[in-house]
């Protein structure tokens, strides 16, 4: 959630800059080139809005999701450890440091969480043509 809400800041503060410094931005007597900077700033601001929105629909994902995993089957919000990684099943953030170790945090709603979903600890499954075996489930 601290990732999240850190980049949410940040592209926050981008967007800001960014129509700050196209409000400031006096027309000069190269007015083709004027606006063609704000339209280019326009697209700037509406790309890193589009950013910010998948920011915030991953932090409701994340919100739904329990903070402790009571079951002994893989479901959103395990960490499991498999024979290649270990994955949190949550929202796509790619490798995360926590304790020192490197977790994959991967959507649930990704191929290797399909596969490994419902699965238990010794559970074998083939992914992309080679055997994980599920090892813990936390």
């Given at each position: 959630m601290d990732l999240l809400a850190k980049r949410s800041s940040e592209l926050r503060e981008a967007i800001d800059a960014i129509q700050q410094g196209a409000?400031?931005?006096?027309?000069?007597?190269?007015?083709?080139?004027?606006?063609?900077?704000?339209?280019?700033?326009?697209?700037?601001?509406?790309?890193?809005?589009?950013?910010?929105g998948e920011i915030n629909k991953s932090i409701e994902v994340l919100k739904r999701i329990p903070l402790k995993n009571t079951s002994s089957t893989v479901q959103p919000g395990s960490v499991v450890e498999t024979s290649i990684g270990t994955f949190y099943l949550s929202v796509g953030l790619g490798n995360i440091q926590v304790d020192g170790k490197t977790i994959m945090a991967i959507s649930t709603e990704s191929p290797m969480a399909k596969a490994i979903m419902g699965k238990r600890a010794g559970d074998k499954i083939e992914w992309r043509s080679q055997l994980i075996t599920v090892i813990t489930i936390q």
């Open positions: 409000n400031s931005d006096t027309k000069s007597t190269a007015g083709d080139k004027h606006e063609t900077a704000r339209a280019m700033a326009q697209l700037d601001v509406e790309m890193l809005s589009k950013q910010l």
